[in-house]
């Protein structure tokens, strides 16, 4: 699976848009870009995922470069609860697991 | 809640002793994995079974570690003569179907097994 590289952490005022980025330079055009979050003590929240196109679900908006070398995850309204880590994860098609880095632990300030 | 559930959440061990992990996966889900996460790492990718087969083992430890996904109850992640450095939380996820690039997998909220 391509590597993935993060900050390793943001800070986001309560009611703005956290925006994270992540870059996956060596993404192949298989690999689909996945989103997970982590808040303490909980196991991992899935968000997002997607390939070519812009994605947006009820959580987050994924915006995918026309490379497809980065990309960025949208929360449009950063509540405190969004307070975790998250994860960027790029997954072969055939792979059975997904890799998990050290991701970004965002902090949403009141 | 019909998300992955596993049990227990918490789990005390002494060296030497066995602990066993339960996780049951999402109604109508048939595939399982197991991850394992340190203190301040990621998770990492130990096992994937499906009902009664055990698919993917690359990221299990050669001794002392062994899982199963009987036909009937939930999946078992079993850890013989536990030692310290065993002590971490153990998540589980599930998935509908085998593994392809647009198949999330659904986690649950993991056993903190530590070793006295």
């Known amino acids: 699976d391509a590597k993935t590289t993060q900050p390793p952490s943001m800070d986001c005022a309560e009611g703005r848009a956290a925006n994270l980025p992540c870059n996956h330079s060596t993404i192949s055009g298989n690999e689909y870009v996945y989103w997970y979050r982590q808040i303490h003590s909980q196991g991992p929240q899935y968000i997002i995922h997607g390939l070519k196109n812009n994605e947006t679900n009820e959580m987050a908006s994924l915006i995918i470069t026309e490379d497809r070398k980065s990309s960025t995850l949208i929360l449009p309204h950063a509540t405190l609860r969004d307070t975790a880590v998250y994860y960027c994860i790029v997954r072969v098609a055939t792979g059975n697991q997904f890799y998990f880095g050290t991701g970004t632990s965002l902090t949403v300030i009141p | 809640n019909a998300g992955v559930m596993q049990n227990p959440r918490h789990l005390v061990r002494r060296r030497g002793q066995e602990a066993r992990l339960r996780c049951s996966p999402m109604k109508g889900h048939s595939h399982v994995y197991w991850y394992r996460q340190l203190p301040e790492e990621g998770l990492k990718f130990m096992v994937y079974?499906?009902?009664?087969?055990?698919?993917?083992e690359s990221g299990m430890p050669k001794e002392r570690f062994s899982a199963e996904f009987p036909k009937e109850g939930p999946s078992i992640l079993r850890i013989q003569q536990v030692v310290r450095g065993d002590s971490a939380a153990y998540f589980c996820?599930?998935?509908?179907?085998?593994?392809?690039?647009?198949?999330?997998?659904?986690f649950g909220d993991g056993t903190r097994l530590s070793i006295l």
């Open positions: 079974l499906q009902k009664e087969n055990i698919i993917d």
């Open positions: 996820a599930s998935s509908p179907r085998a593994g392809g690039a647009d198949q999330p997998q659904h």
